[in-house]
């Protein structure tokens, strides 16, 4: 995914993820305290984790090929 959309995909993902925790029965409130109150950055830092981990697994497939 872009970074110019990932702070757009991490406001979705929040919002969805609210959605469900209060599906569930647990608080917005709770939520934001298992996030540290900052699901959104939480989002946008598993987004870059996920980039970093797929960018090693495909250069380390590329040096395999050679």
């Keep these: 995914m872009?970074?110019?959309d990932r702070e757009g995909q991490a406001?979705?993902?929040a919002l969805r993820c609210?959605?469900?925790a209060a599906k569930a029965g647990i608080s917005g409130q709770d939520l934001e305290t298992a996030a540290e109150?900052?699901?959104i950055?939480?989002?946008l830092q598993?987004?870059?984790d996920a980039e970093f981990r797929q960018m090693?697994?495909?250069q380390m497939?590329?040096?395999g090929e050679d």
């Design 46 to 48: 598993a987004l870059d």
């Design 37 to 39: 109150g900052n699901l």
């Design 41 to 43: 950055g939480n989002m």
């Design 11 to 13: 406001q979705r993902l």
């Design 61 to 63: 497939a590329e040096q």
């Design 2 to 4: 872009p970074r110019s």
């Design 18 to 20: 609210r959605e469900d």
């Design 56 to 58: 090693y697994r495909d």
